[in-house]
């Protein structure tokens, strides 16, 4: 069965600095892949989606993924984080055939220090 | 445009009492579906629908119940009310549950079963 994994469940970064937050997943095809970040108390919103072309794709806030089908990965990075990213993130992936069913995967909650 | 909605956004219940999670849509889109968020689980799937009276159960099924009889709503009931049911709930829609397309998700409903 599909899998997304995110093995960190806690990143602490200070502002300005540079963030990657790392996501994979185990499927036998490109599977649809999105980044969702979820704020204190509120419901999630699309921070990127990738499903082909570039492998590198710009989202909002300034965020940026990309995709490394060699090693079923779709990282989230951001060069310069600001306080009001502290949040949870969720990668997340759809496949061909299972409407807009999303397998998430555990959430990575970034705190960002002053 | 309000885009996703959920009520209640606090409900207590106690064990074996029933309730309905409402959830509404103003987007005319056709794909609707209810996750719930557990901590360090991520969302699953609870039930989801393609269109007005078609429903079909996610990854956890079990204690819920669906219906789908106009476009914008999309109600999930809790049969009889477990403490295993105390989590926070999400409903999401896409404009036609392609497995590209971006879900909006409400705000949640965050359910404490005694």
């Known amino acids: 069965a599909q899998s997304v994994t995110q093995p960190d469940i806690h990143i602490t970064v200070s502002e300005g600095a540079s963030l990657e937050l790392r996501c994979n997943y185990s499927y036998g095809a490109t599977p649809y892949l999105f980044w969702y970040v979820q704020s204190p108390g509120q419901g999630l919103q699309l921070l990127l989606k990738?499903?082909?072309?570039?492998?590198l794709v710009q989202g909002i806030k300034g965020f940026e993924a990309e995709f490394k089908r060699s090693q079923s990965s779709f990282n989230l990075r951001k060069p310069s984080v600001h306080w009001s990213d502290a949040a949870e993130y969720f990668c997340a992936v759809g496949f061909t055939g299972t409407a807009s069913k999303l397998t998430f995967g555990t959430g990575t909650r970034l705190q960002v220090t002053l | 445009n309000a885009g996703v909605t959920q009520t209640p956004k606090f409900q207590v219940l106690k064990t074996g009492q029933s309730m309905t999670l409402q959830c509404a849509q103003d987007m005319n889109h056709e794909y609707m579906s209810w996750y719930r968020q557990d901590p360090g689980m991520g969302l699953r799937l609870i039930h989801y629908s393609v269109g007005a009276g078609i429903t079909d159960q996610g990854e956890v099924p079990n204690g819920y119940n669906v219906s789908r009889s106009t476009t914008e709503d999309f109600p999930l009931r809790l049969l009889s009310a477990a403490p295993s049911q105390t989590s926070v709930y999400f409903c999401?829609?896409?404009?036609?549950?392609?497995?590209?397309?971006?879900?909006?998700f409400g705000p949640g409903t965050r359910l404490t079963v005694l």
């Open positions: 990738y499903f082909s072309g570039d492998t």
């Open positions: 999401a829609s896409s404009p036609r549950g392609g497995a590209g397309d971006t879900q909006y």
